[in-house]
Nanobody, 127 residues
């Protein structure tokens, strides 16, 4: 059974940084894409970033380009989301998810591209 466990969320001031982790277990992920999404109150879940396990190719939402970095540690089966220069509009519950695939495209910006989801971790950016 696939399990994804996020951690690292919290309260941070504007301009600060946080690093989220997503520990994956339950199967081999070499042919998988890991995605990060976020959901603010009253809004739909939105794509943040994605990375392929095999090559480490990355994809970002325009709103986070240059501020967020997604990476993975294959040995630890863990994906990270380094978030810098945080803004109040980054406040949301952040979710990691896993889907099938080895190359990225716009398909992986959609929630339906992913089969399994973590429970989410709250990120609050205060001004």
């Amino acid at each position: 059974q696939v399990q994804l466990v996020e951690s690292g969320g919290g309260l941070v001031q504007v301009g600060g940084s946080l690093r989220l982790s997503c520990a994956a277990s339950g199967r081999t992920f070499s042919s998988s894409v890991m995605g990060w999404f976020r959901q603010a109150p009253g809004k739909e879940r939105a794509f943040v970033a994605a990375i392929t396990w095999s090559s480490g190719s990355t994809l970002y939402a325009d709103s986070v380009k240059g501020r967020f970095t997604v990476s993975r540690d294959n040995a630890k089966n863990t994906v990270y989301l380094q978030m810098n220069s945080l803004k109040p509009e980054d406040t949301a519950v952040y979710y990691c998810a896993v889907g099938q695939g080895q190359s990225l495209g716009s398909y992986y910006q959609k929630t339906y591209a992913y089969d399994y989801w973590g429970q989410g971790t709250q990120v609050t950016v205060s001004s």
